[in-house]
């Protein structure tokens, strides 16, 4: 089993930066990856970014590429999503979700992942 635990939510401005880290207990190994999703509402949940735990090879979506970039910190076995110049459409809750040995064709789908956060709110409004 492994537990998530999002943290660093909040509201912020327009153009402003977040950071969101989630915090991974339990069998957690170097064939994971780590990622994180989101869904706002009256939406379908969508990937985001992920990072693979063995290597730090990172993949995003289209809509984030550039603006946000994710971390990892093999000791305190964490991973961060840095977000900067947010928009009124990345307001959603963000999930973060953990699954172990997926192939590239799967990273950017929700059902590789076996494990996941309870969900942090990030709204972005002026």
Same mark, same amino acid.
């Given at each position: 089993?492994?537990?998530?635990?999002?943290?660093?939510?909040?509201?912020?401005?327009?153009?402003?930066?977040?950071?969101?880290?989630?915090?991974?207990?339990?069998?957690?190994?170097?064939?994971?990856?780590?990622?994180?999703?989101?869904?706002?509402?009256?939406?379908?949940?969508?990937?985001?970014?992920?990072?693979?735990?063995?290597?730090?090879?990172?993949?995003?979506?289209?809509?984030?590429?550039?603006?946000?970039?994710?971390?990892?910190?093999?000791?305190?076995?964490?991973?961060?999503?840095?977000? &900067?110049?947010?928009?009124?459409?990345?307001?959603?809750?963000?999930?973060?979700?953990?699954?172990?040995?997926?192939?590239?064709?799967?990273?950017? &789908?929700?059902?590789?992942?076996?494990?996941?956060?309870?969900?942090?709110?990030?709204?972005?409004?002026?």
């Amino acid at each position: 089993q492994v537990q998530l635990v999002e943290s660093g939510g909040g509201l912020v401005q327009p153009g402003e930066s977040l950071r969101i880290s989630c915090a991974a207990s339990g069998r957690t190994g170097s064939s994971y990856a780590m990622g994180w999703f989101r869904q706002a509402p009256g939406k379908e949940r969508e990937f985001v970014a992920t990072i693979r735990w063995n290597g730090g090879q990172a993949y995003y979506a289209d809509s984030v590429k550039g603006r946000f970039a994710i971390s990892r910190d093999k000791a305190k076995v964490t991973v961060d999503l840095q977000m &900067n110049s947010l928009r009124p459409e990345d307001t959603a809750v963000y999930y973060c979700a953990a699954g172990a040995n997926m192939i590239l064709s799967e990273v950017r &789908n929700s059902r590789a992942y076996g494990y996941w956060g309870q969900g942090i709110q990030v709204t972005v409004s002026s």
